[in-house]
T-cell receptor, first 114, second 111 residues
Framework: DTEVTQTPKHLVMGMTNKKSLKCEQH?????MYWYKQKAKKPPELMFV???????INESVPSRFSPECPNSSLLNLHLHALQPEDSALYLC?????????????FGQGTRLTVV | GQNIDQPTEMTATEGAIVQINCTYQTSGFNGLFWYQQHAGEAPTFLSYNVLDGLEEKGRFSSFLSRSKGYSYLLLKELQMKDSASYLCAVRPDTGRRALTFGSGTRLQVQP
């Protein structure tokens, strides 16, 4: 199993809503990532979890709240988002964070904030 | 800081060869990755270079020169399905170890 599974695939939410994005991998990877990608732009790193601990927060606004319940799961809790937060949210995982450990990406959640 | 540059767009003909360049300036270096991303889909891993030289994998090859901060991805025998964005990404060796992506090169393969 070399898959990273993200749910939902699409999400439309209002600015006062609370929602969560979910990501799951069963490859035994110990590093998991959230990236945000706007149209025709590269993925931008948001958060990194290493061994279930938050190791990097790229100065992401607090309306985005990551959570790593266990080594296979990564969530991104969303609250009071703005329309400019509409983007493709990609989850990725890797064996570790060193050397040739490639990152495997999920299919992403396309988020629209209305 | 990190600075990764790629051409924005390229066009090539089916069956031809195309080279996509990437230059980088990063604080530390622990490998360069190439990913392919079709519109609306996740990036998929193509290649990894950490030592100077050429890595070949079927129709795709990737080259790295660490002293020049330069890499290229070579695609041979282009197919229509190769139309996609190609992302160059660097992993630093200190502190932040997550991948930093270049802006990507949108390749259009024409008949």
């Amino acid at each position: 199993d070399t898959e990273v599974t993200q749910t939902p695939k699409h999400l439309v939410m209002g600015m006062t809503n609370k929602k969560s994005l979910k990501c799951e991998q069963h490859m035994g990877h110990r590093a998991m990532y959230w990236y945000k990608q706007k149209a025709k732009k590269p993925p931008e790193l948001m958060f990194v979890y290493s061994y279930e601990k938050l190791s990097i927060n790229e100065s992401v606004p607090s309306r985005f709240s990551p959570e790593c319940p266990n080594s296979s799961l990564l969530n991104l809790h969303l609250h009071a988002l703005q329309p400019e937060d509409s983007a493709l949210y990609l989850c990725a995982s890797s064996q570790g964070q060193a050397g040739n450990t490639e990152a495997f990406f999920g299919q992403g959640t396309r988020l629209t904030v209305v | 800081g990190q600075n990764i540059d790629q051409p924005t767009e390229m066009t090539a003909t089916e069956g031809a060869i195309v080279q996509i360049n990437c230059t980088y300036q990063t604080s530390g270096f622990n490998g360069l990755f190439w990913y392919q991303q079709h519109a609306g889909e996740a990036p998929t891993f193509l290649s990894y270079n950490v030592l100077d030289g050429l890595e070949e994998k079927g129709r795709f090859s990737s080259f790295l020169s660490r002293s020049k901060g330069y890499s290229y991805l070579l695609l041979k025998e282009l197919q229509m399905k190769d139309s996609a964005s190609y992302l160059c990404a660097v992993r630093p060796d200190t502190g932040r170890r997550a991948l930093t992506f270049g802006s990507g090169t949108r390749l259009q393969v024409q008949p």
